[in-house]
């Protein structure tokens, strides 16, 4: 019996389930389910809300006096605009709008996140100071996608569904039309390219912010970004710190720790 006629037909029937296997396993990935949630949400403001006027911007990303800022999702309209972060979480949640912290719970693990209404509420702050906006011109959303249950009261405005209903409630005209434009080209202009060069800085720059020494009322000159301290991992230098730009990637300005 030849046996290369048993196993060849046996690898190509391998190699024809080994994409399917590697789909499946993407498919219950944390992030493949993200994936599919954003999409979901970009899906339902397209097809449910009236593009003349409501106008949709993903992922903008602006330089603030920290380093950067990034907001999920904008939506600018003659009734305000929605500032959208989506949170994408399973297990349990619990949360108060006063507290620093929210706790996420799977089984017995337990795993603290920053409270995501303060998180938008910058957001909302850096809309505010680049486009002179009002407070009451400014619509704070919280969108959770995944499998998660509330388990404390939210606030109306911290939600798994209804987002399209909620935003049509909100009827009072804040904005007007030209208004909404002169908005929509600010944003533009003043966004930084939605790339993954983009959020990879903008990451490492939180990085950079929470868990590295700022120094006292220095700005890059480059850039105007934080500078933070830095230790040099190669060359020469090896070991000895330094100051950088927290816009690093996008920005490599650097200092020497006793200019």
Request: proline residues 5%.
């Amino acid at each position: 019996m030849d046996i290369t006629a048993v196993i060849y037909p046996m690898l190509a029937q391998l190699w024809f389930l080994l994409p399917l296997l590697l789909m499946i396993t993407m498919i219950k990935t944390p992030w493949f389910k993200g994936m599919i949630g954003e999409w979901f949400i970009n899906l339902s403001i397209r097809l449910f809300l009236d593009k003349r006027g409501y106008h949709l911007l993903k992922n903008v990303t602006l330089p603030i006096t920290q380093g950067t800022t990034q907001i999920d999702h904008v939506i600018i309209s003659r009734f305000g605009i929605f500032v959208i972060e989506t949170k994408n979480m399973n297990g349990w949640i619990f949360g108060n709008p006063a507290h620093k912290s929210w706790t996420q719970q799977i089984y017995r693990r337990k795993h603290h996140f920053q409270n995501p209404l303060h998180q938008n509420h910058l957001h909302m702050m850096a809309l505010r100071s680049l486009l002179g906006l009002t407070d009451h011109q400014l619509h704070s959303v919280i969108y959770f996608i995944g499998n998660c249950t509330f388990k404390t009261p939210m606030p109306d405005n911290v939600m798994q569904s209804g987002l399209i209903r909620w935003i049509r409630a909100k009827q009072t005209v804040l904005l007007e039309e030209q208004a909404v434009n002169d908005i929509l080209a600010t944003l533009e202009k003043c966004r930084l390219s939605p790339t993954r060069a983009t959020h990879r800085a903008h990451v490492a720059a939180l990085k950079a912010r929470h868990s590295l020494p700022v120094e006292a009322s220095a700005a890059c000159p480059r850039c105007g970004r934080p500078m933070v301290l830095r230790t040099a991992h190669r060359g020469a230098g090896q070991g000895a710190q330094f100051w950088g730009c927290s816009g690093y990637p996008l920005c490599r300005h650097t200092r020497s720790l006793k200019h």
